[in-house]
C-alpha cells in the first residue's frame, strides 16, 4: 500500500509539473516577466513561488534537509507582497527559476522515496505531498486565467468541448431534510473542507443547468445594467464605480455579441455557461430572474446528496475520481461545455455539471465549519474567514481534478472577474 501510494504521488507531481511547463513554456521570457494584469502576478513569479513552497513544506518540513534557497522565501510569500507590486521585486529569470523549481522537484522526489507515511497528520496519507499537488494545480488554473488576460496571438490550443448529449433545462427540486456536508475522510480534502457535520436544508429548487450566455444576454438586452432594482446597494456601487456593462470579455459588434477566449475573438457561443461575471453580476441576474443564488449548503447537497441511500457521494456521479465522460476539468478544453454535455456526470435528481465548466457563486460568504481547526498554517484559510468573501464551488473547466471535489472550496471577493465563474440560480418552495 505505502509504495502504491508512492507511486500515485510521484505520477500526481508529475503530471502537475507538465502542466506548469506547458503554461509557461507556451510564451517567451518577455511575456514571463510581464504583469498582464494588476490582478495578477508575473507568470515566472507563480513559476517561482510553486517550487518554493515545494521546498518550505516538502524538502525542508517533511524532509528536514537544508534550504535551496532560504534566500528567496520573503519575495514568493503571497502575504508579504501584492500582485501588483511583485514585477518591482527582484525575482528569479525564466533561466533561473526554471532551474530552481528542477532542482526542488529533485529533492522532494528523494523525500518521497524515503518518508514514511506514519500517523503523523502531514504525511497521514500523504496528505504534504497531496497539499503541494493542489497548491500547484491552483497556481496553474492562476496562471491560465492570467493567458486569458494576456494580449496577443494566441499560444493555447486544446480541442472545443463536447457537444450536448441530451436536452437540459429547468429547475429540479431538491428536498427538504439533514445531509453531511464536509469531510472526515478525504485524506487530501483541505482544512476548510473539515471537519464533516450535519446540515438542515430545507427544501429549494435549484437550476438543472448553469446559466448560458443566451440567458444572461436576454438580461443584457433588458437593460439589467441600467437597472438598480436588481443590484444590491454595494453591487449597484460597484456596477456604477467599475462601469460594467456585460460580462468581462464580451464585445459588443453593432447587434451582436463577440468575446475574446485565450486571444480569439469569435462569436459569443449562445449554449455555453457564461463566465467573467463576479458575484454582483450574478446576485443582480438571479434577481431579475426571479430568483436567488443557492448558498453553500443548497449547493453541496445537490452535489453530494444521494436521496437513495442517504448519505454524501465525493462527486455528484458517485465516489469514483473523475473521468472525460464526467466533467469538463483539467485544461482538456479552454471553454465552458454547453448544456447537457456530461450526462455521466449529473447528480441522481438530475443536476447536471455541478463539476467543471465555471466556479458556481453562491450566496454565502467563506465561514469555518463548526469544529474547524487550521491545518497545517492559519494562514491557507482562518485568516480569510469572516471577511469580504464569497465562496465559490464545483470548479471550473481549468481547474485540476486533484482539486476538485464535492467538498472542495474556492472563495475570492465579490468583485472579481477574471477567474473562470459563473452560476446557476436557486428558488425557494412557496
Known amino acids: 500500500m505505502t509504495q502504491d501510494l508512492r507511486l500515485t504521488i510521484a505520477a500526481e507531481l508529475e503530471r502537475t509539473r507538465a502542466r506548469t511547463a506547458l503554461l509557461t513554456d507556451a510564451v517567451d521570457d518577455d511575456d514571463l516577466t510581464r504583469q498582464h494584469s494588476p490582478l495578477m502576478s508575473p507568470l515566472v513569479w507563480d513559476l517561482a513561488h510553486v517550487g518554493n513552497q515545494e521546498e518550505l513544506w516538502l524538502v525542508r518540513d517533511v524532509g528536514g534537509r537544508d534550504p535551496v534557497r532560504r534566500d528567496i522565501d520573503e519575495l514568493y510569500d503571497a502575504f508579504k507582497h501584492a500582485r501588483s507590486d511583485r514585477p518591482a521585486l527582484p525575482l528569479l529569470d525564466p533561466r533561473e527559476a526554471r532551474a530552481y ?19 503523523r497528520p502531514l504525511v497521514d496519507g500523504g496528505f504534504a505531498f497531496g497539499m503541494i499537488v493542489q497548491h500547484e494545480q491552483q497556481h496553474d488554473e492562476t496562471m491560465l486565467a492570467t493567458h486569458q488576460l494576456r494580449l496577443g496571438s494566441p499560444v493555447l490550443t486544446a480541442p472545443a468541448p463536447p457537444s450536448p448529449e441530451v436536452p437540459v433545462g429547468g429547475e429540479v427540486f431538491i428536498p427538504g431534510g439533514r445531509f453531511t456536508m464536509g469531510t472526515d475522510t478525504d485524506a487530501w480534502a483541505l482544512d476548510n473542507e473539515r471537519p464533516a457535520h450535519t446540515v438542515d436544508v430545507p427544501a429549494f429548487f435549484l437550476d438543472a443547468a448553469l446559466v448560458t450566455n443566451r440567458a444572461y444576454l436576454d438580461f443584457v438586452s433588458a437593460g439589467g445594467y441600467g437597472d438598480p432594482r436588481w443590484w444590491s446597494a454595494r453591487g449597484w456601487a460597484h456596477r456604477q464605480e467599475a462601469g460594467l456593462a456585460a460580462p468581462l470579455h464580451w464585445i459588443r459588434d453593432g447587434d451582436s455579441w463577440l468575446s475574446r477566449v485565450f486571444g480569439r475573438v469569435e462569436a459569443l457561443r449562445m449554449d455555453e455557461p457564461v463566465v467573467h461575471v463576479c458575484f454582483f453580476e450574478a446576485e443582480a441576474y438571479a434577481a431579475w430572474a426571479g430568483k436567488r443564488l443557492p448558498t453553500e449548503a443548497e449547493w453541496e447537497k445537490a452535489a453530494r446528496w444521494d436521496p437513495a441511500t442517504g448519505r454524501s457521494r465525493r462527486y455528484p456521479w458517485g ?47 467563506f465561514e469555518a465549519y463548526p469544529g474547524f481547526s487550521a491545518f497545517p498554517y492559519r494562514e491557507y484559510s482562518e485568516v480569510f474567514f469572516g471577511g ?19 467538498t472542495f472550496r474556492n472563495w475570492d471577493h465579490p468583485i472579481r472577474r477574471q477567474i473562470f465563474s459563473g452560476f446557476r440560480c436557486a428558488r425557494d418552495v412557496v
Open 101 to 119: 523549481v528542477a532542482q526542488v522537484r529533485d529533492k522532494a522526489l528523494d523525500v518521497l522515496d524515503r518518508v514514511r507515511f506514519d500517523n
Open 388 to 406: 469580504d468573501y464569497r465562496v465559490l464551488r464545483g470548479g471550473s473547466f481549468g481547474t485540476d481534478p486533484a482539486a476538485c471535489r464535492g
Open 319 to 365: 465516489d469514483s475520481s473523475p473521468g472525460p465522460a464526467h466533467a469538463n476539468l483539467g485544461q482538456r478544453h479552454l471553454r465552458p461545455a454547453p448544456a447537457g454535455a456530461y450526462p455521466q456526470g449529473a447528480s441522481p435528481l438530475g443536476v447536471h455539471q455541478l463539476i467543471g465548466d465555471v466556479w458556481e457563486w453562491v450566496s454565502s460568504g
